[in-house]
Structure formats: C-alpha cells, structure tokens
C-alpha cells in the first residue's frame, strides 16, 4: 500500500472499492457509515438494513458459537419474486402470449427450511419444484400444495418413482415425467395401464450447443443426459402408437450451471425452439418449453464472461429468452409455450453468508528493529546487514539476489554445525527484513520483475479461521470457484496486512488463498490486524447453492449452526429458525462410534489409572466432566 493512502483517512468508499462488494453484492450487501456490512433484503416495501456484526452480536448472545451459517430469508423471497417480476415485464414488453413457470431444483440446496421457504413465498407465483431422484419427489410433494404450479421429474426413474408421480398426476398436481433415457418410457407407459393414469411426459433433449464454464459437460454430444433428435423421434414413434401424443407436452433441456456468456444461452434457447416447433407438427401436444437452469451469479463482480461472473443481468437474461422463443416460434407459425426454468443458483445463492471468526494469526515478523545485534558476528551474517543497509530502489533484483545466496549458504553452515542454532535465527531475521524492505521499495516502482512479484505472497500472513473449507465451502476446493470474502466491520479502518486464510483442518487444501479484487484474481487478501481481546470476523458469501449438502466429514467437523433471519418492517431482525450444528458425538457417530459405549471404555481407562496411581478418584471425576463436555460440544475451535 503506498505511504500516502495510510496517511489519508481510509473510508468505507476505500473498503467498498477494495472488496468491491458493490460489484458482487446486488444491493443486498452494502457498508453502512460506521465500517459494518449491511444486509438489506429488498423485499416488497422494504428498504431497511441490518447490520450483520449486530446480528452475529445477537446469536453470540443467544449462545451460538462460530462459525455460524447465516440465512436470509427475505433475500431468498427477493430473487425469487425478482425472477418473476423480470419474465413478467418481458412478456408484457413483447407481447409474448404464452406463460412464464419458475422450479425450484432442490439439489442445489435441499435443506428442508430451503424448500419450505421456497414453497411458502413461491405460492402467489406458482413456483414449483424440480426433483432429480426419488428422494426429491418425496420431499417435494410434502411442501408443494400448489396444483398451478409444475412439478418437474427428472432423473433416473424406477418402478416406485413412476407409481409416486403417476398418483401426484391423479391428484391434479401438474407433474411431469422427463425422459432422460429413451428406456424410461416403457416403464412409464407400463406403469400408466396398470393404474390407469395418465402422465403428462416430457423429452430431455441433447443440446448440440455447448457453453463455456466449470458444468459444460451438460450440453453437447457428449453429455451424459438427454436424447438425441432420432430417439426423440423413436419416442414420437411409441406414443403415437399408444394414441398418447397428447401426453407429450414438454421439451427440456439443461445448459450447464454457471453460464456465464449471454450468447449461449441465447444460442440453445434458438436450438431447443427449433426441436419444440418439430414436435409440435409431429402431432404432439406441447405446451411447455423447460429451459433448466444456467443464470449465473456474478460471484466475483466482473460482470464479464470469465467462469466465476456472468455478462448479463436477469432482465436481459428474460428479455433475450422471450425474445428468442418468439422470434424462433412465430416464424414457424407455433403458439407460444409456457416457458418453464429451473434456476437454482440464482434463487439460492445470495442469501446464505457464512461467517467465522479468525482465532490466530501468524504474523509475518516485521524484524525487531531495535533488538541489539551481538559483537562478533559470522561473516556471512556481516555481509547479510550490509546488503540490509545499502538497498535501494536501482540495486534491488541484485540485493534480492544476494539475500537469496546468503540464507542458503547460513542454511548449508547451520547443517555442518558451523553456526549457533542462534546465528541462525538471527539469519533468518535479517533475510526476511531484506524482503520486507524490497517489498516497501516495491509500492514506488512502476516496473515489478517477475521474480519479485511473488514476494506479496510469500510475505502475506496465515489468518486462522475458524471454519473448514471441506464442509462449508467444498467448490472452492474442489474446483477454485471464488466466493466473496472479506471482514464483516471494522472497515473504516484501514487493513494494514496482506493474509491468506487457513481452516482449522490444517490440511495443506483447507485454505483460502484466491481473492476477488479489482483487477480479477489476487493471492492474498488485505485484512485488518487482529486487536488483543476482540473478536475479528469474516463474513463468506453468495455461499447458498451448492455448498451445504456436497460438504463433507473432513477432521469430523462437521455441519454448522445455521440461523434464519427475518427482517421486520421497523428494522429488527427476528431468528425465526435454527439448527444447532454437528456436536462433537454427532460426527463421531457418523462413522460409526458409539458415543455411549466411548464414555463407558473412558470411565475403564480412567479406573486404571486411579488402580495405577496416577490419578485419584476425584480426578477421575474431572476427568470424565471433560471428556463428556468435550462429546456433547461443538467441534470448531471454542474461544
Ligand atoms: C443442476 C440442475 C439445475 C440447476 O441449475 P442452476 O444452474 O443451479 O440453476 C437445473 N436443472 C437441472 C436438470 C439440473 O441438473
């Protein structure tokens, strides 16, 4: 950071700009004057923020500990009302005649409190459900209660799957079947004569277009689902058969997750139109066009193509929809379908925000510029000062080069036993302020070399954070995907430190050390430094999809406490649900202890050692006080 900006007063502008939540934030999160994050919901009528620190404040208060995973229902109900309010100004903008049918797919958050609230608020829009396995289509008939709104079955369907949809069907919920499989359909039609029950049936069709982004396997020849036009026609072939044209009444198909570009979602609403169209003068009944999901969230606040962001909004992505369907299908003289997506990401992800707080760090040591140095210094060491002393800015690659030269050789004499275990920590201390002071020189040279670039990195801070990359945030270990991160107040101080975070699984992946930032991607993230005696908290977010179900047991972490919020019109936040998180004899049980059985082995342990001497019964006692504690507690790190 340059000397002038540190002598300024940094203001939250300077935060909102370095963490670009702005960029990322859609509205929903902002920095209010005092330096804490906002949560502002946007629901009907409502302009009203939170400060999220005041909320962690609270839940402290009601004895949760961290890390907590925050819920906002309000900014669930926003994105999905916004979805229907932007398809809903399309249709009325172009004149589309047909309908608009949001699903929700529950793979991307299937948590029971996730579906509720989608279900509750989705009603007065006929938000429906999608459900990919047989499990889903269980769940999902528990909460849907909504015969307007469409239940969507995709996935691999055995006997018990068919007879549950058929049985929905009869009940007059609009449950379709989507051939995933050319196979499917016998089993489908099978099970219908047996039941007498009609189903309504959809085809899944095989994009040829293809997108780019982490999920593109989805669309093209090469993707695992759907079928190709010639076993769409065979399909044709077996329902005209039956006289069951009539039940084919959807076209389906699925882009990928995370698109990015506008242009190929675009492109494969033009494709799929093309096939809709073919269908419907073959004879079938249509009706519905089910576009999947795709509508990315603009993780990294780019608003451009790269994988983590997206090069529209949701009006643009409805209004290029509504557009292409009708330019596709008037010019093939068919009526305009209800149009059927299943975003899940974009419902879910904004309102889930993880927060943890940090419980160490390892502070980058700065050099003890006063310490004494002792008399007779080995030469090397003499040498090491001198390089110190005379750096500048027109010798620095040179400098940077002989540091390098002299730690190795102070390394290779400690081996031989030729320096103290002293001289060479004093080494060690003296290479890292030459590092430190060409890092100084740095932020007042216009030309970085190469080699030196990396000294950011290795200069950065471990930030210990108490949450755990494997269970809360499994993609940006599995596949890199970038979440916002930054601290949750404080942000009119200025952050003096560059960090990377580490988890508490000290696993070498269980770190976060990829950061938006203004020009994309950075190493290290700049961080407040930590005050003696106070709480330092980040705050994780855009975390809602994807993350919860796909995490898993790594170092028996285990789940999170999760809090629901609500915001009520005068500006109070209300827990309206909690789960308490995994205890310690929860993820242990997991795999397959006996938290019971564990107690009575410690009690025999314990017996022994009184037996033995080492202990006495009243230890014993503590002992055991401890050790169930310690079972029924919570496994993240207790401050
Ligand atoms: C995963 C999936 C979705 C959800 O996609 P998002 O990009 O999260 O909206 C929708 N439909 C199908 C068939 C899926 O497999």
């Known amino acids: 950071m340059s000397q002038s900006k540190t002598l300024q007063r940094w ?10 939540i702005r960029e990322w934030g859609l509205s929903y999160f902002g920095i209010s004057d005092n330096g804490d994050v906002t949560v502002t919901p946007l629901t009907k009528n409502k302009n009203i923020s939170v400060s999220l620190p005041e909320i962690i404040s609270g839940i402290k208060d009601r004895g949760y500990d961290m890390p907590v995973l925050l819920r906002f229902e309000d900014i669930l109900d926003s994105q999905i009302a916004k979805m229907h309010e932007s398809f809903r100004s399309a249709i009325d903008q172009f004149g589309y005649k047909g309908d608009f049918k ?3 797919p529950i793979k991307v958050n299937q948590q029971k409190q996730v579906v509720e609230a989608i279900t509750s608020f989705g009603k007065q829009y006929h938000h429906g459900l999608e459900a990919g396995s047989k499990s889903e289509l269980i769940a999902a008939l528990s909460f849907l209660n909504d015969l307007d709104a469409c239940l969507i079955c995709n996935g691999y369907k055995d006997t018990d799957f068919i007879d549950l949809g058929l049985y929905a069907c009869k009940m007059g919920y609009k449950c379709f079947f989507v051939l995933e499989m050319p196979g499917e359909l016998d089993l489908i039609l099978e099970r219908s004569k047996e039941l007498n029950i009609k189903p309504l049936i959809g085809v899944r069709y095989k994009l040829s277009t293809t997108a780019g982004g982490h999920w593109t396997e989805s669309g093209g ?3 695992l689902f759907g079928l190709t036009i010639s076993q769409i026609i065979e399909v044709l072939e077996i329902l005209k058969s039956h006289h069951m044209l009539d039940c084919l009444q959807l076209l389906h198909y699925h882009l990928g997750s995370q698109i990015p570009n506008i242009r190929d979602i675009r492109a494969s609403v033009q494709e799929a139109c093309r096939v809709y169209a073919g269908l419907v003068k073959e004879g079938a009944a249509m009706g519905h066009l089910d576009i999947g999901g795709g509508l990315a969230v603009d ?3 780019s608003h451009t193509n790269y994988m983590n962001s997206r090069n529209y909004t949701v009006n643009e992505y409805c209004v290029d929809i509504i557009e292409a369907v009708m330019e596709i299908l008037d010019s093939e003289e068919i009526d305009h379908p209800t149009i059927i ?3 899940g990401r974009a419902t879910v992800a904004y309102y889930s ?6 419980f160490d760090a390892n502070m980058i040591d700065d050099g003890d510029k006063d310490a004494p140095l002792p008399e007779d210094l080995p030469e090397l060491i003499a040498n090491m000062i001198e390089t110190y002393k005379t750096l500048n800015v027109r010798n620095i690659q040179e400098c ?10 102070v390394r290779q004499m400690f081996k031989l036993g030729d320096i103290s275990l002293r001289e060479r920590a004093l080494g060690d201390r003296i290479f890292w302020k030459i590092i430190q002071s060409i890092n100084d020189h740095m932020d007042t040279m216009k030309y970085i070399p190469k080699e030196l670039s990396d000294i950011k990195v290795a200069l950065s801070d471990i930030y210990y954070a108490n949450f755990s990359v494997f269970q809360s945030l499994p993609d ?3 596949i890199g995907h970038l979440f916002p991160v930054m601290p949750i107040h404080r942000l009119n101080e200025v952050p003096t430190r560059n960090a990377i975070l580490a988890d508490i699984t000290c696993d070498c992946d269980g770190k976060i050390d990829r950061f938006i930032d203004r020009q994309g991607v950075g190493n290290v993230l700049r961080l407040h430094e930590i005050k003696e005696g106070e709480d330092y908290y980040l705050g994780v977010f855009l975390v809602g999809a994807y993350q919860e179900t796909l995490g898993d047991l790594h170092n028996l972490l285990g789940d999170t406490n999760v809090v629901s919020i609500r915001i009520s019109d005068d500006g109070m936040y209300n827990v309206v649900r909690e789960i308490e998180g995994d205890s310690v004899a929860d993820v242990l049980s997991y795999v397959e202890y006996n938290p019971k059985r564990m107690i009575k082995r410690m009690r025999q342990t314990a017996e022994r050692a009184i037996r033995e001497g080492f202990i006495t019964p009243q230890d014993r006692r503590e002992v055991m006080l401890k050790y169930e504690e310690g079972l029924r507690g919570y496994p993240y790190f207790k401050n």
Not at 353 to 358: A, G, P
Not at 400 to 409: I, S
């Open 353 to 358: 925000v993880l927060v943890f707080n940090i």
């Open 11 to 20: 203001t939250i502008e300077d935060s909102e700009d370095l963490y670009q």
């Open 400 to 409: 940077y080069n002989d540091a390098l030269y002299y730690r190795d050789q």
């Open 476 to 478: 940006s270990w599995a």
């Open 299 to 301: 993780y990294d606040g």
């Open 221 to 223: 020849d090469r993707s």
């Open 341 to 343: 997506t299943e975003s």
């Open 102 to 104: 949001g699903v929700y």
